[in-house]
């Protein structure tokens, strides 16, 4: 009889690939396109017609943004460059890749575990950064955390649901999800909380009805219990804690039409405020610019070839403004397509669609390197055909 060996641990595949995508910095951001000479691709036929839909709308978007509009800060190279990277993720969908879903996320996992490990430790052994002074960290921690702190951790989060949607976790899993709780606290960021919190709860209602059940016949009490009433309570503080914002967005919602009505899209944003009326009055009047453009949008250059205002903080209003009402559509089409494809079979992109969701209101998400790759390769179709269909 053979004597048992232990088993070592293996990193997951694919893993490497995201590796790259976490870094942020331009020379990385394009690493995935070895995808192109490692694997196979699909026959011509077989290529999905989202792959046309979605690069014919964006060469319309920059054909019109740079014949028919012509912005205060106009720039046709930063045009370009930004069409080159919103179009290079969807080269992913004509290559069959091997992996299926869970795949794919088990590799994600073992990534945001290694990123939320050191920002954990940057926090911990640098005595400057403290949770009181919240506000202080959560800038000086940009400086050695890259994407932080809204950025990458919103793949933090999406690991993390992933890993609490399981009914079983190995040890390596629940070492994991802890460092990456502990990286989500420590962003002070709303939108990644409320990004996490929100799917969460039915998460968690669907584990407490398990564990009642538990309960009534073993009499065994669960921790878990107290950690609805938890989220709940905090979710309540953290919406009644700011100012108003349904309020602001009512009392302001008359800049919407009065722009399209008059066709006026200069834009100058008052700054100073809170952060959510700051927001507020960003998607306000990015989305009366983006109504004198509907269909195709101004470019890809977005908010940047008129304002000075900096980011729309909002993937809806950005997008919306680059590309249109049509390229609005097949980017929220992205995600009903993962949605549609999956949710029977993997339970736990139900919870997975509605953080990034939840997220994009707040931040520009899909169009950032790692969610981009990320949505790319769940809209892949080699998770669901065979081989007869490559070149």
Known sequence: MQSARKSKFKPPTPWI??????????????????????FRYYKLEKVPLLFYVYNIQAFMALFFGILFIHPIYNDINSQIISFFSYVTFSSILLIALPYNIKQIFDGLVFVTFLYSSFALFVFMTNPELTAIDWAFTKITMREYIPAWPQRFPQIIVLSSLYLISKN????????????CLGCITITFTRSIYLAFIIPLIPLLLIKIKKTLSIFITKRRFKIIWLIIPFFILYFVHLMLAEENTITYLISNSYSLGYGFVTGTGDINAVRGGSSSGERLFRWIEVTKLALNYPLFGTGFK???????MGSTHSQYTDILLRVGIIGFFINMYLLYNVYKCYHIN?????????????FSIFNESIKLPFMGFLIFIL?????RMNSKHLL
């Open 302 to 308: 977005g908010i940047y070839q008129f304002s000075t």
């Open 379 to 383: 809209n892949n179709k080699s998770v």
């Open 168 to 179: 079983k976790l190995s040890n390596f899993e629940i070492v994991a999800l802890s460092s």
């Open 346 to 358: 993997y339970s736990f992109i139900t919870p997975i669609i509605i953080s990034i969701v939840i």
């Open 17 to 38: 690939e995201f590796i790259p995508i976490s870094i942020n910095t331009f020379f990385v951001n394009y690493l995935f396109l070895s995808y192109l000479f490692r």
